[in-house]
């Protein structure tokens, strides 16, 4: 009849009193404290605003697969509507490597030495 994962949770869990709804400071304190715990995401320059139940996370990650688990992780806090997620993947500069490249691979700096050449 019922699932084991509805049965562990109770087939009512979730379901408010009418009306009731968590205000936008308990979902993000809720999402910070998820972040800050999660052993894989360096939350440091991650920054949670919450407007009415949607969740916006901006600043950067290291890894794309930090971004999705950030999204996943607001996603899962109860009273959460929508996430959007405007997290940048910012690689750490490493020894040697070019500075201005972005996540694509492609350089920044090739389209300014292509502007001044043009002059």
């Known amino acids: 009849m019922y699932s084991n994962q509805a049965l ?3 087939r009512f869990s ?3 009193p009418k009306g009731y709804h968590r205000s936008d400071d308990r979902i993000r304190e809720d999402v910070c404290e998820r972040l800050t715990h999660h052993p894989e995401i360096d939350a440091t320059e ?3 605003q919450v407007r009415e139940g949607e969740v916006i996370l901006t600043g950067t ?3 794309r697969q930090s971004k999705r688990m950030a999204e996943d992780v607001a996603e899962s806090v109860s009273g959460v509507k929508d996430v959007r997620n405007q997290l940048q993947v910012q690689q750490r500069q490493m020894a040697g490597a070019h500075q201005g490249r972005s996540e694509s691979g492609s350089s920044e700096r090739s ?3 292509s502007s001044t050449q043009k002059r």
Do not use: A, C, M, R
């Open 8 to 10: 562990q949770q109770g």
């Open 61 to 63: 990650v290291d890894e």
């Open 14 to 16: 979730g379901k408010g």
């Open 111 to 113: 389209s300014e030495k």
């Open 46 to 48: 991650i920054e949670v």
